[in-house]
């Protein structure tokens, strides 16, 4: 149990849609990244978020964007949905920016057909 | 980019065998991280290490850092089948100050009774 929740856990989209992705992380947990983890593959890093502001991003597309609430939830949001965006999304937080224990949530299945 | 390489990428083993798992990685680094991930499932953390000549273990499991070479191992020691999972390593560049990691492309273990 890392105490963070995704959801939902599984869901399909038609392409061109949108989708949001949702996160809820541990109180204190001000840093939260956001992870594509097509089939087969390694997690490939989206984004993070750090009180509430963009901290780092990988090579997506702006079509992927976040928010991050006071709340320590979180959001992904995916515009104009690509087959290609066909993967399992994996949030990850911890209580610092640098932090050396991440915590995993059990993520969100995508399917776009 | 930082690139990690995982290897082998397939492993498939007897009960009670050693075996060793490694993990290159391209870039300075301080923070290597090993998981495990089911299928269908999310990543489960299994070590952190943090500094050149770390060393930890856990279980059958051991895992070892040398920063000089840019290289980590994931030893296995008289596997069982429970440890059938896949593996990957995840690099966190030095000159990150976030949670953006690199995650190696995954060893998939099958340890077979």
């Known amino acids: 149990e890392t105490g963070v929740t995704q959801s939902p856990t599984h869901l399909i989209k038609t392409r061109g849609q949108q989708v949001t992705l949702r996160c809820s992380s541990q109180s204190g947990h001000n840093t939260v990244s956001w992870y594509q983890q097509a089939l087969g593959q390694g997690p490939q890093f989206i984004f993070q978020?750090?009180?509430?502001?963009?901290?780092g991003r990988g090579n997506f597309p702006p079509r992927f964007s976040g928010l991050q609430f006071p709340n320590y939830s979180s959001e992904l949001n995916v515009n104009a949905l690509e087959l290609d965006d066909s993967a399992l999304y994996l949030c990850?937080?911890?209580?610092?920016?640098?932090?050396?224990?991440?915590?995993f949530g059990e993520g969100s299945w995508l399917t776009v057909v | 980019e930082l690139k990690v390489e995982q290897n082998p990428l397939f492993l498939s083993m007897q009960e009670g065998k050693n075996y060793t798992i490694y993990c290159n990685y391209s870039t300075t680094s301080d923070r290597l991280y090993w998981y495990r991930q089911d299928p269908g499932k999310s990543l489960e953390s299994l070590f952190v290490?943090?500094?050149?000549?770390a060393v930890k273990q856990e279980g059958r499991l051991m895992a070892s850092l040398d920063t000089k070479a840019r290289l980590s191992t994931l030893h296995i020691t008289a596997a069982v089948h429970d440890l059938s999972a896949t593996y990957f390593c995840a690099v966190a560049p030095s000159t990150n100050t976030g949670n953006q990691f690199y995650f190696g492309t995954g060893t998939s273990l099958t340890v077979i009774p």
């Open positions: 978020y750090y009180r509430e502001e963009e901290n």
């Open positions: 290490l943090l500094s050149n000549g």
């Open positions: 990850a937080s911890s209580p610092t920016r640098s932090g050396n224990t991440i915590y």
